[in-house]
């Protein structure tokens, strides 16, 4: 498949550790934000998602944290295994309409 | 498994040629965006429909590029002529106007214009 990394920054961290995937956004007026993760010759895939409204939201091994005071937003990853090596994406809603924003990405390399 | 569709997977073609993508979004989904992915711009937005209705095609280029949904099924992204630079992976995704807005992604085609 296309490799979309080459040109992205990479955290790379050993499996096992947890990791944390930052994202600035822009635009103070999103309320909705979403986390992708793509793997190689895949589409974007949905991992987890926050509404403007709230701090803070788990999944299964992953957290999101919202700052809306800096407009930052992480992901965090726990106990972090080779298949979560992908690039990722965030993406704002403005709630005016259905579009997403998306970041640039950052890729994950998980080390053995 | 609800998931978008899109085909071919991988297209090849001559400059000039006329290229057509297709998209068949989740069953039930009122909007569909097409996307365009390199590794020098990421993931652009080039045109979306809600209700199979255009509402931005600002991201797409005019001259050469449509985007139509001749039915709920069936989303159509044209190139004609292409060109070398069209070369990228496009990707479909469908979701609900109603929100969340979360969006669904087709595998993707990948087009290369020699």
């Known amino acids: 498949g296309e490799s979309v990394g080459l040109h992205l920054p990479t955290l790379s961290v050993q499996e096992g550790d947890n990791s944390i995937i930052n994202c600035a956004y822009s635009n103070s007026a999103s309320d909705y934000f979403i986390w992708y993760k793509q793997e190689s010759g895949k589409g974007p895939q949905f991992i987890i998602d926050i509404r403007s409204n709230m701090d803070k939201r788990q999944g299964q091994r992953v957290t999101v944290l919202l700052n809306k005071t800096v407009k930052h937003l992480s992901l965090q990853i726990a106990a972090t295994q080779p298949g979560d090596s992908a690039v990722y994406f965030c993406a704002e809603n403005t709630g005016a309409n259905s579009k997403l924003t998306f970041g640039k990405g950052i890729t994950l390399s998980v080390r053995p | 498994d609800a998931r978008v569709t899109q085909t071919p997977r991988h297209k090849v073609t001559e400059m000039g040629q006329e290229v057509t993508m297709r998209c068949q979004p989740i069953l039930g989904h009122n909007t569909v965006f097409w996307y365009r992915q390199t590794m020098m711009q990421g993931l652009e937005l080039l045109a979306y429909?809600?209700?199979?209705?255009?509402?931005?095609d600002s991201g797409m280029p005019k001259d050469r590029f449509s985007a139509e949904m001749p039915d709920a099924t069936l989303a159509t992204l044209k190139i004609q002529p292409s060109e070398p630079r069209d070369s990228a992976v496009y990707f479909c995704?469908?979701?609900?106007?109603?929100?969340?807005?979360?969006?669904?992604f087709g595998p993707g085609t990948r087009l290369t214009v020699t």
């Open positions: 429909f809600r209700n199979r209705a255009p509402l931005d």
């Open positions: 995704a469908s979701g609900s106007s109603g929100g969340p807005y979360e969006q669904y």
